[in-house]
């Protein structure tokens, strides 16, 4: 890799445990050393700081999409069109707060996703758009001894692959593979070339929308020349500790470490303290590779301003209790969280070690 040093080169790579070989990332190459150094910040929820904007219907279509058939009021990704001094702000507030990495506003902005709004041809567009402006902002924000990062943000779209939408058919799907496949392909191809540095799988609930979604990046990969780092996040429904299509953590992680992701890790659903025993699970089954938790502020509180229970302090705190037991190398925040949320949990981890990882897992289990 030119331009790194030996050491610097072996920390910016990745390694296939099967072959050995390094995959030199050909952006974000900075992540992977500071995740050695000191446990990163990653932003929090752009719908709860959407929401707060309160924005009415005439202002989420503006004078482009006046006259859509479908209600549009929403559609949060369509702001980056719309309103991207809205994006901008949001994603500003979370970088002022300490966030090293801020995801772009792509969560549902996949053709499959905007199809419930009708604008599923729009997908390229939104992905492209809210890429740039997340780019700027945290291009702004960078200094030398501070890099911010952009993750391009991809979600689970609003269909299951695995799971019938009709109790009466099991077998009933509403998506397949192939149509998840060329869905992610296209979003991935937008957000890099709108200039994100690494990609993040998240809120996982069904493990063959997330194969869709790795298969498309590894064939984007594979097409374009790129390699960019690559967080995977599932997400837990309830107290049996699995993901909505039957996985436990332990399994849900070995069907997608083959995609030799830079961390593995859990987000949304259960809030921090019911979070503990899967992040923990995840930190025995994959030693040798970082991970990520950034929960919901606590469980739904439909009463409370953000939607969710949880105060700055209260997130913080739990989060801190996390990295003092070595159990996580990114954290964040997912639903009802805000730049006070992030300001408080930078704070709370800063003076925290990096969790390590064992490299030599592969090579000790396989012997």
């Not at 993750?151 to 692959?161: D, E, K, S, V």
């Amino acid at each position: 890799m030119v331009g790194l040093s030996p050491a610097a080169h072996a920390t910016a790579c990745s390694y296939n445990p099967t072959t050995m070989q390094p995959i030199a990332y050909t952006r974000g190459q900075a992540l992977p050393g500071l995740l050695e150094q000191r446990i990163v910040i990653l932003d929090g929820a752009m719908g709860t700081m959407i929401q707060r904007f309160r924005l009415t219907e005439e202002q989420v279509r503006g004078e482009r999409f006046k006259d859509h058939g479908k209600d549009l009021k929403n559609n949060g990704e369509l702001l980056s069109i719309t309103r991207p001094d809205v994006i901008r702000d949001i994603h500003e507030g979370f970088l002022a707060a300490g966030a090293d990495i801020i995801e772009t506003n792509t969560f549902g902005a996949t053709s499959i996703a905007q199809d419930d709004y009708e604008l599923g041809p729009l997908a390229r567009e939104l992905n492209l758009a809210s890429a740039r402006v997340a780019r700027a902002a945290a291009d702004k924000f960078s200094t030398p001894d501070k890099p911010r990062f952009v993750a391009g943000a991809l979600g689970p779209t609003p269909r299951t692959a695995s799971i019938s939408p009709d109790v009466n058919d099991p077998g009933a799907r509403n998506v397949d593979f192939e149509q998840l496949r060329a869905a992610y392909y296209e979003q991935v191809q937008a957000l890099v070339e709108g200039g994100v540095d690494l990609l993040l799988v998240e809120t996982i609930f069904d493990t063959l929308n997330a194969k869709a979604a790795l298969f498309a990046i590894d064939e984007f990969f594979e097409a374009s020349g790129e390699r960019l780092p690559l967080i995977i996040s599932g997400t837990v429904t309830d107290a049996s500790g699995r993901i909505l299509s039957g996985q436990t953590v332990t399994a849900f992680w070995y069907s997608v470490r083959h995609a030799q992701p830079l961390a593995i890790g859990l987000n949304c659903a259960l809030g921090a303290a019911l979070m503990r025993p899967y992040i923990q699970e995840l930190n025995r089954a994959a030693p040798d590779t970082f991970i990520s938790c950034y929960p919901n502020a606590g469980l739904p509180n439909p009463m409370s301003e953000t939607g969710f229970d949880e105060t700055p302090e209260v997130t913080s705190r739990l989060l801190h209790e996390f990295a003092a037991q070595g159990l996580v190398n990114i954290v964040g925040g997912c639903c009802g969280t805000t730049p006070e949320h992030i300001g408080a949990i930078r704070q709370a981890v800063a003076p925290e070690k990096a969790r390590s990882l064992r490299r030599d897992f592969f090579y000790k289990e396989a012997a």
